[in-house]
């Protein structure tokens, strides 16, 4: 019986009846409807996952996962050492899922021209830094291998600070230091220039040698400002983190500096926070187009049972059961959805193939903090929205099917 249902499901789907001036536009309707909603679900799905990486990976990149530093300077953000010794680092760099590990000092200062000067934070790294993101990032001049033996008189400065001191690879450059202990300046050439679009970094950080930033602190030999670790993968950060919070925060260096962690959704927060919207606005997405491709096949089975009243006047009259009627149309309906489905998978796997090969859509970098709209192929997440469409449809489809129960065999035969 179930050939049969589907037999005759095919038959209407492939008729060419002229004298169904309805009934043929309202199953394009119907498919281009769900056609659309999937590929919208599809494409908005690919964007935010793409997108919330590359943001992510972007502050991750620019930093870390996580950061071992003094209590007082995470908690206030002044500029307190800790103590980083062998010890430590390799308690640090043995743990679990740790890939990575990058001491860093910060030192703030005023680069100065010939015609204007400029406020920055100084960054010291030495050659066990991570530089592997910068790099890519650069615009002009190369990432120099810094030193925390000696100085290099060596610098990297950001796009934004290069263009507002009119900056260029190989130009020497004063750096003025004012402290307890008076006005310092180091001349310092400019090796490269970088461009993450992240305003919070690219407003202000510089990259220098270690040994510069921990002379000027006066910091002994193992004092940093802390240390940034890389995990093997961010979803191991929470279990990172809390094995730091029970063996190394609250204990105290040889200095009096008191060991604590912060991980990069405790460092940004409002970016995350931020990402995690977006997670509401897919949902509501979802959700609407789900609505739409539902109540598109809802419309056109509605007149496909109308137009076909007449056929199901005579299938009962031969004795054809509702049931075997309602099966006929939910698999009239399953062949409508399953071809809006396909058409909707090749317009949105061919529009984001498109994008990610030219990056034809752009967006503005100082409001999302990357300059064209990235995309990602998570195949899974694409099958997983094929199955609740489908089923959402169908499921939808139900109740119409019922009509075909109140249709009178004695009437409908005359029906024309």
């Known amino acids: 019986m179930k050939s049969l249902t589907l037999y005759i499901a095919r038959k209407i789907y492939s008729a060419d009846d002229s004298r169904r001036r309805v009934s043929r536009p309202a199953m394009k309707i119907a498919t281009a409807g769900v056609a659309i909603s999937l590929a919208v679900m599809i494409i908005s799905v690919s964007i935010v996952n793409a997108f919330k990486h590359t943001v992510s990976n972007r502050i991750a990149g620019f930093g870390s996962d996580i950061v071992v530093a003094d209590f007082v300077s995470l908690q206030s953000g002044n500029n307190y050492p800790i103590q980083m010794n062998d010890s430590m680092l390799n308690m640090l760099s043995g743990m679990e899922h740790v890939q990575k590990l990058s001491r860093y ?6 680069l100065k021209t010939d015609n204007d000067f400029l406020g920055v934070m100084m960054k010291g790294i030495g050659p066990d830094y991570d530089t592997t993101f910068i790099s890519r990032n650069m615009t002009e001049g190369l990432m120099p291998t810094f030193s925390d033996k000696e100085s290099t008189g060596k610098m990297v400065v950001s796009k934004t600070i290069a263009d507002k001191l009119r900056l260029h690879t190989g130009d020497r450059i004063f750096a003025y230091f004012i402290d307890d202990k008076g006005p310092r300046a180091r001349k310092l050439t400019v090796s490269g220039i970088y461009e993450t679009h992240l305003a919070q970094y690219d407003d202000a950080i510089c990259f220098t040698d270690l040994y510069t ?13 802390g240390v940034e670790l890389r995990l093997s993968d961010s979803k191991y950060i929470s279990e990172t983190e809390e094995y730091i919070i029970n063996n190394v925060n609250r204990t105290v260096d040889d200095y009096g500096g008191t060991y604590s962690s912060k991980t990069i959704y405790e460092l940004s927060p409002q970016i995350f926070s931020w990402l995690d919207l977006l997670d509401i606005n ?10 739409v491709a539902a109540i598109t096949m809802i419309s056109g089975l509605l007149i496909i049972i109308l137009e076909r009243t007449q056929m199901i006047g005579i299938l009962k009259t031969q004795g054809a059961q509702n049931s075997q009627l309602r099966r006929v149309f939910l698999w009239f309906a399953a062949i409508v959805v399953g071809r809006g489905l396909l058409w909707g998978n090749i317009i949105a796997l061919a529009l984001l193939a498109l994008q ?7 967006l503005d970098p100082a409001t999302y903090y990357i300059d064209t709209v990235p ?11 094929n199955i609740v469409t489908f089923v959402i449809c169908i499921v939808a489809l139900l109740a119409p099917a019922m009509i075909v129960a109140k249709v009178n065999p004695s009437k ?4 024309d």
């Open 105 to 110: 000092a910060y030192k703030q200062g005023v």
């Open 213 to 225: 930033c921990r002379r000027l602190n006066a910091w002994e030999d193992d004092q940093v400002s």
């Open 282 to 291: 897919i949902l509501i997405i979802l959700a609407l187009m789900a609505a």
């Open 356 to 362: 990610k090969a030219t990056g034809l859509v752009g």
């Open 375 to 385: 995309v990602e192929f998570p195949i899974g997440q694409f099958i997983i929205i």
């Open 412 to 415: 409908s035969v005359r029906f």
